[in-house]
């Protein structure tokens, strides 16, 4: 049957001893994550009083999903074996394109269209390059992030870019059932993912491929279709957390989305995510964008200084590197 899919996509993620590892110390790490996020929540609640307050836990979740929603979608590539690292300047190329087709008075739903698109074309990008020319995605993502980020300098010449509209400006700044609109989204998309993940078979061969690429390749999976899609999904999802943060702002910098750059990568394999590939929750980077939110709240409201903020997240993600290594080595 020439049409029937792979033995090794039929398995799925769950298939095997070695995935069955791989299920039981996600499931362990998640609970243990979820842990943590309650003890630094209770930490701050008792001092800094002001944590716990309804006005704060907007805040708190506001901020998280600005950033969030580009974590939850770098989480795609990163299980399938590919790191996106210029997911911060896709956000301004694309926060840019959206702003200024408002500025120019285009109807809202087609200016977020062409924003979705700017990402998903630099997402694609970003995969052929990778793909074809056989290169390691983090180095390619690592130059493009200097090339997409050049280019939003000189098409702005440095300056900012507004976007007027007060629909527009609900999606940043609105709430729905008490709950900031900017959340909502987040959840959605991580929804969808999650959905994605667990049940179709791009979903399974994001596994696959990210556990074992030449097992992959020899069972009839395309690991360059498998990649290039998954990183078209990062740079859709960059390219939504870019609108979102203009939205929420009204206006859009060149190099704004860049400043996100730790903290979602951070997010992500505190979450759970290897580095390497084959591993990864939704959930996971949901329970390590909380904890990146609440963490910095919670140092603003005890008034740490915005350099030591700096200093405490890149020990974090190095934190965050080293508990991977150390997951790895338990296979």
């Known amino acids: 049957m020439a049409n029937s899919e792979p033995a090794a996509a039929q398995s799925g993620p769950a298939a095997g001893p070695r995935s069955r590892s791989l299920r039981t110390l996600r499931e362990s790490s998640t609970v243990g994550l979820a842990a943590v996020v309650v003890l ?27 950033f969030g929603i580009a974590a939850l979608g770098i989480t795609i590539p990163m299980i399938a074996g590919a790191v996106d690292l210029s997911f911060g300047a896709i956000m301004s190329l694309a926060a840019i394109g959206t702003a200024a087709q408002l500025s120019s008075g285009t109807p809202m739903l087609q200016a977020m269209a062409v924003g979705l698109a700017i990402g998903l074309g630099l997402g694609i990008l970003n995969g052929v390059i990778a793909t074809v020319l056989h290169l390691d995605s983090m180095i390619v993502t690592l130059g493009t992030l200097s090339v997409f980020g050049g280019v939003a300098f000189m098409i702005t010449n440095a300056q900012r870019t507004y976007a007027p509209g007060d629909d527009f400006a609900f999606l940043g700044r609105g709430f729905l059932i008490g709950v900031p609109v900017p959340v909502w989204i987040m959840l959605a998309v991580g929804g969808s993912l999650a959905l994605l993940l667990r049940f179709t078979t791009f979903g399974q061969r994001c596994f696959i491929v990210g556990d074992n690429s030449r097992a992959a390749s020899l069972s009839g999976l395309s690991i360059a279709r498998t990649r290039i899609a998954a990183l078209a999904i990062s740079g859709v999802a960059a390219a939504l957390a870019g609108i979102v943060i203009t939205s929420n702002d009204g206006l859009i910098y060149a190099g704004t989305g860049e400043r996100y750059l730790l903290q979602g990568l951070a ?9 390497r ?35 405490l997240r890149g020990l974090i993600l190095i934190g965050a590197l080293v508990i991977d290594r150390l997951r790895d080595s338990r296979l």
């Open 277 to 311: 590939g084959g591993t990864g929750t939704v959930v996971g980077t949901l329970l390590g964008i909380f904890l990146l939110g609440i963490v910095d709240n919670g140092l603003n409201l005890v008034g740490v200084p915005g350099v030591w903020q700096d200093v």
């Open 40 to 66: 630094v929540s209770a930490v701050f609640a008792f001092i800094a009083p002001n944590f716990v307050t309804a006005s704060n836990i907007a805040n708190v979740a506001r901020a998280s999903a600005v």
């Open 267 to 275: 997010a992500v394999v505190i979450g759970g995510t290897a580095l």
